[in-house]
Each structure stands twice: as C-alpha cells, then as structure tokens.
C-alpha cells in the first residue's frame, strides 16, 4: 500500500490557509488525490495525475491556495532523459525497424530436384514474377499462388512444392520423365560360342542358316543378319535363342573311408571368472588337459544390472573327449557321392541358362583308399554370341 | 418534520425487516484493520486532516480520528482510506444542536 501512485503521478504541495477545504471541493470534482500527508498546519502534500494539475490549480486558487510541483512524474522524467539521449534513442528505434524490415526480406530462393538447364529456367521465371533475393516478402503473393503461377509458365515439370522456411523460398521439382527410346542394337550375326549339336532353335530376326541335331562349330554363323535378297536385301540385328547339346567329362577323386569326429561321452568342465577382461579360473584348472583329442564350447554369462552390462562375466568351458572313426561305406553310396560331386564341379562350371540331360560313367578306378571316377555329361545350355556385321568391307 | 418522518420510517423498516443498517440509513460505514487501516464509506467530506487528528462530516453529526502519523492513502466522494497509528474513533454527535459545520 506504500506505493499507490502510478508511472504518470506527480507530487505537489498544497499551501493555503485551509487546505482540507481543497480536498473537499478536489472531491466534488472527482480529482483523485492520493497519499494525501499533512507536513504542516497550512500545508498538503499529495499525488495527483500530472493531467489534471491544471484542475487543481483552479480549485486551490478559489480557496486562496498555492500549487507548487515538487516531484515530476516518472514519465516526463523518462521524457527529458529521452530528450537528453535523442540519438541513442533514434538508434534503437532505427535497428528495431531495421531488424523487422530485413526479417521481411527473401534471403534465399533454394530450387531442389531439378536439372541445371531447368533450374535456370525456374531461376528466370521466379525473377519475372518478383521471387528473388532482396524482395519483400509481403509484396509477394502467398506461396499457394506462386506455386500455381510458376507451375503455369515453367514446362517440364510434373510437381512444384513451394514453402516459405523463414526468410528462405524453397522450391522441389518434381521433373517429367519422358520413357526412353529403346536402344536399337547395331546389326549384327548371332554365332556359336561353342562346338555343339543343336537342339532347338528359336529366331526372333535374321536368317536362320542352321538346322536341328546339326553339329556346330565355335565361329558358326548361326542366324545372320543379312536378309532378303537382290535389292531388297539389308542388314538387321539378329535376335534369338539357340540351345546346343555339348559334352563335358569330369574326373572326382573320393575317399572309399571318409573320417567322421565323434563324441565319446566324456566331459571335464573349466569355471573362469572374467573381471575387466582378466580372466580368473576358479574350478577345474586341468580340464584342458584331460583329454588328448577334444572339442572345446565356451559359454559366456554376462552380468547385468537394469540392461547395463557389468565388466564381469562367468564363462564355462567345457572339454568334451572326442575320437576320429573311420566310416565304412558301400560301393553304390561312394558312386552316388561322387556323381554329387560331379554336377556340382559342373554347375559351378555352366553360365545362363543350362540343364544337364544325362550322365554316365566312363571309368571309374580304386587307388590307396580313394575312388577315382571319369563321368561323361551331356548339357543343354545357350550357345549363342553375338559378332556385329562391319560394313563398308 | 417531513425529513424528521422520513427517519424515522427507515430505523422501523430497518429494525422490522431485519435489513443493514448502512443500506437504508445514511450512516458510516467503517472497516478497521487493527491500528494500521481505517476504511470509511459514506463519509461526506474532510473537515479537518493533520497528523494527528482527522475529523469527517457525516450525514448527521462529525467522526473524529485520533492518532498519529496519518496519512489519506486514497479519497474517493463517499470512500476513504486513512493510514496510520489509530488511537480513537469517536462519533460527535450532535446533530439536536444542528451541528453542521462548514
């Protein structure tokens, strides 16, 4: 309650013969007085807004009183010092312009997605229209009609997505893409890349020059390019599917015995504590030579606390007793392995698009425990190269 | 003797009725918070203000406040706000004397 005078009160004294009756009459007026303090018998002093002194000065004269101003109000105070200060002041107001003026301005035109030539393009229309740097920004039209006006006079486009980021005009283009003309291939003879017998043969252009079950050598023209005949004759990109028969001999070495690891049934177990990477064994420290032929698992359990994973952990090692053992096996299971054997040397062999019709048996022969076998293949695969036709020869 | 009738209807509708006094009748209506505040509605105008001594006409008759340190915090046509060390609040009624003052 100490402080009821506002920013606009100023402090004055009343000095008369009977001040109370200028503060009955101020009353009548409807003149707010406020702090109103006695300092002296023919004195008041008091607050009153500095807009209605004059009112006051009225009244007290009509009692025979004076007004004397003894305080200003905090706002003519900030007035003067602003009178003082003018050029500080200019300046503030001057950058608060400033700064609202420049934050109004574009600063940047971005355009994403489009090729060189059309970015310039866009560059260009954008400048016609008043998107550029240095604009103000609230001259310009929103960015829904830029986007609708740029999308009108830029060709090749498909989509233009304008966003105002700022001070910043960012456009995406979305550019049309026209499909692509297929390539025309150069003419050209569709030859043998291997020596073969044909076994189907399918041309979609050219000249078939070969028949079926006929044997092919590697270089053979098989459908030319060359087709019609005395003027009408031109060269075309031969196109098609020719399948040969070819052959394939495979020779496999297998093992008559093969060796098989197994497990004897005993086991010795190893407890090593690991704190910070430093492994500490606690329990069964000559596990590791119990056996002479063994096979070794590590199990490791973590720590953790609440998902943390602890620098400790329990690791188990378990040695278990293992044994080589000869696997005795029949003739027919030693030829059906090697024949596995053989298609998937020949697999590994083939390319595209190939498929085996047929294999036999040309030798076979037992040598210090191993089976020695000669298989004979008959494929079907793609035998087709392309030779493009030079002309002016 | 007209205003004389008046008065006396309104201390008997009052008293019958059961209504605030302050409503009806044109008397004071005073809020004291301890010796600190005194808080007058009603007053009809200063008739006397010193540090020591303020004394308010009323309707009928004058109330005197006696203390120290006094100071009119804010003064409105019928309200007022007096701060400072109150000792005394006494009514100086005599209005059969026809004590209007001024």
């Known amino acids: 309650m100490s402080k009821q005078h506002g920013p606009s009160d100023i402090f004055v004294q009343v000095t008369g013969k009977r001040p ?95 090729q060189p030539v059309l970015q310039h393009e866009i560059e260009k229309n954008l400048t016609d229209m008043g998107v550029s740097k240095g604009a103000f920004a609230f001259l ?30 960012h456009f995406e283009v979305v550019e049309q893409t026209l499909p692509e003309e297929a390539e025309v291939p150069p003419p050209r003879h569709i030859t043998a890349n291997k020596t073969a017998v044909i076994h189907s043969i399918y041309a979609e252009q050219g000249q078939v020059l070969v028949d079926r079950n006929q044997l092919v050598h590697e270089g053979d023209i098989l459908i030319s390019g060359f087709i019609g005949k005395g003027k009408h004759a031109r060269t075309v990109a031969a196109k098609g599917e020719v399948l040969g028969e070819t052959w394939y001999k495979v020779t496999v070495d297998i093992p008559v015995k093969p060796k098989a690891d197994t497990l004897t049934g005993r086991s010795e177990r190893k407890y090593i504590l690991d704190i910070f990477g430093f492994e500490l064994p606690l329990w069964g420290m000559d596990a590791d030579e119990a056996f002479d032929i063994f096979k070794k698992t590590k199990n490791t359990h973590d720590a953790a606390v609440f998902g943390y994973t602890l620098p400790i952990a329990w690791n188990v090692e378990t040695y278990q007793e293992s044994r080589l053992v000869n696997q005795a096996g029949s003739k027919n ?15 590994s062999q083939l390319t595209g698009k190939a498929d085996i019709k047929e294999g036999k048996i040309l030798h076979e022969e037992s040598h210090n425990g191993k089976v020695k076998i000669v298989l004979h293949y008959q494929v079907i695969e793609e035998i087709t190269s392309e030779v493009p036709i030079i002309q002016g020869e | 003797m007209f205003d004389r009738f008046k008065q006396n209807a309104k201390y008997w509708v009052t008293g019958k009725m059961n209504l605030p006094e302050d409503v009806l009748l044109d008397v004071p209506r005073l809020t004291m918070i301890g010796q600190l505040h005194l808080h007058v509605e009603n007053h009809r105008g200063v008739l006397h203000f010193s540090k020591e001594l303020v004394r308010l006409k009323l309707t009928y008759g004058e109330l005197a406040i006696k203390g120290h340190d006094f100071v009119i915090k804010t003064i409105l046509p019928n309200e007022l706000l007096l701060e400072g060390t109150i000792d005394e609040v006494s009514y100086l009624n005599d209005k059969e004397a026809g004590g209007i003052h001024e």
């Open chain 1, 20 to 114: 109370e009756s200028v503060i009955n009459d101020s009353l009548r007026e409807e003149l707010i007085l406020k702090n109103i303090t006695k300092s002296s018998a023919q004195t008041i002093e008091c607050f009153i807004t500095s807009a209605d002194l004059p009112r006051l000065e009225q009244i007290a004269a009509d009692h025979d009183c004076s007004v004397e101003v003894i305080r200003i109000s905090l706002l003519e105070k900030c007035a003067i010092l602003m009178k003082k200060r003018a050029g500080f002041v200019a300046g503030i107001l001057l950058f608060t312009a400033a700064l609202i003026l420049l934050s109004q301005m574009v600063w940047k035109v971005e355009i994403e997605g489009a």
């Open chain 1, 333 to 347: 299971d030693v030829i059906k392995q090697a024949k596995k054997a053989a298609e998937n040397k020949i697999k």
């Open chain 1, 140 to 169: 310009l039209p929103s960015p829904e009609q830029i986007q609708k006006e740029i999308l009108e006079r830029t060709d090749g486009t498909t989509w233009i997505g304008v966003e105002k980021r700022g001070t910043t005009y």
